[in-house]
């Protein structure tokens, strides 16, 4: 199994301020427009009228209704709000962002641009 991978943070991060959403894998989705500085999302919206980005791989648009589409897998929105200099772990990058967990154990997604290169844990320290 590979060292689990580690991160410092060289530009602060902070969450939208929207609530983050989660959906379900084969949840029905409204589609909204794709993020200009985030090409590879989506802005989707749930049947209860919560919206958030998501990246666009894991949807799958429905034939014949080109503002609906159905979730491939199962995301959670919550981004990672982050200072510079910060330590994080890394467990999953998906659309040039990274799963992370801080030293509190808070968990969500931070961008790969706002992070030094990944290394093994206790290679960095």
């Not at 998501?54 to 034939?63: D, F, H, I, K, N």
């Not at 968990?107 to 093994?120: C, D, E, F, K, N």
């Amino acid at each position: 199994m590979a060292a689990p991978l580690v991160a410092t943070v060289v530009a602060a991060h902070r969450a939208p301020g929207h609530p983050p959403i989660r959906i379900e894998t084969g949840q029905a989705l409204m589609l909204g427009r794709a993020d200009t500085d985030w090409p590879q999302f989506t802005w989707v919206v749930r049947d209860d009228g919560l919206g958030g980005w998501v990246p666009t791989s894991l949807l799958q648009r429905v034939a014949g209704d080109p503002a609906r589409a159905v979730a491939r897998d199962a995301y959670d929105t919550t981004e990672l709000a982050a200072d510079a200099g910060a330590r994080v772990r890394l467990h999953r990058l998906l659309a040039d962002w990274w799963w992370a967990e801080d030293d509190h154990g808070t968990r969500g997604w931070i961008p790969a641009r706002v992070l030094a290169s990944p290394a093994p844990a206790g290679t960095t320290d």
